[in-house]
């Protein structure tokens, strides 16, 4: 093994240019895909919190009896797919207003509790977290007696399902695209390689040298470029992403109304990449080229190999 990775280390040492160039190819490729996926499971993640938070608004008729409060609550209460019932009043939806937009106190000093109107938060068992059940839910609470409005966010769901569809179609066919450059790439550094050796190689086979003392530095130097260029990868994605969370970039923006809908998620942390995740790209990074490196060594060296 010791000589293996000598002999592997020295040709990457007699061809630097070839090697540093796969190896920089390597790591952008696994850059963007791991950038994708990174975005792809805070996106899951967020998903998550949703769903386990989801809640269906329904408000209160301003003119409806406040003896009909408990009435309503009782009906609400009793519907199969809800798991509890909160009763908020005008008072407390205001509290919960000023702790979202706490930094704008002029817009809060324009707000009257007497237009908002008393609501309930119906939040749904498990079984029930999904888009067609919240539709059949929120008819039935519309058709209660005293209820004038509900809310639950069915385009906003649906958008985010739709954003993560989108992400993970583009992960899959960027992959697909980055798994085809990649493979190219490491076919031709072992094309280059070999023709440079072919003298080398036909006097090891008049020595009797074995077809995996030929093909084994070849095979070496396609992991050491996997493992290399998937490390820099790494390395560089957590640096943007450290960047964007010690500089607080998601806290400064504030387009399109983005900075309130950041406040009101203000306890969902962005993550990294877990070490299992990790582990799998290097996994298959080192699959793919060590795979691309013995298809290519197999075609170009079919009339020196037994």
């Not at 609501?119 to 919240?134: G, H, M, Q």
């Not at 906003?156 to 697909?176: A, Q, Y």
């Not at 640096?239 to 950041?262: D, E, P, R």
Request: glycine share 4%; aromatic share 10%; no cysteine.
């Amino acid at each position: 093994m010791a000589s293996l990775i000598h002999r592997s280390l020295t040709g990457i040492i007699t061809h630097p240019v070839n090697h540093f160039i796969t190896i920089i190819v390597v790591s952008l490729n696994i850059f963007i895909a791991s950038f994708f996926y990174l975005i792809y499971i805070n996106l899951n993640s967020l998903s998550s919190y949703l769903q386990s938070s989801f809640k269906i608004i329904a408000f209160v008729k301003k003119d409806a009896d406040p003896d009909a409060i408990p009435q309503i609550y009782k009906k609400l209460s009793q519907l199969n797919s809800v798991q509890s019932v909160a009763y908020i009043s005008p008072e407390k939806a205001l509290n919960r207003l000023k702790l979202i937009i706490k930094d704008d106190k002029e817009i809060l000093k324009e707000i009257n509790p007497d237009f908002i109107p008393p609501s309930f938060e119906i939040k749904l068992k498990k079984w029930a977290l999904n888009t067609d059940n919240s539709q059949q839910l929120a008819r039935k609470i519309n058709d209660i007696e005293g209820i004038s409005d509900v809310r639950y966010g069915k385009s906003w769901i649906e958008s985010l399902s739709k954003i993560i569809i989108t992400f993970r179609t583009i992960g899959i066919i960027g992959g697909i695209i980055l798994f085809l450059s990649a493979s190219f790439l490491i076919s031709l550094t072992i094309r280059i390689n070999i023709s440079s050796k072919i003298k080398e190689i036909e006097i090891m086979k008049l020595l009797g040298a074995t077809n995996s003392y030929i093909i084994g530095p070849f095979i070496m130097q396609a992991a050491i470029q996997s493992v290399t260029g998937s490390s820099i990868a790494i390395l560089i994605l957590y640096g943007v992403y450290w960047s964007l969370i010690n500089n607080n970039v998601f806290s400064k923006i504030n387009f399109l109304n983005l900075n309130l809908f950041l406040k009101v998620f203000d306890n969902i942390s962005i993550i990294f990449l877990a070490p299992k995740d990790m582990l799998i790209i290097f996994m298959i990074s080192a699959m793919i080229s060590i795979l691309t490196a013995y298809i290519a060594i197999n075609r170009h060296l079919r009339g020196y190999l037994d």
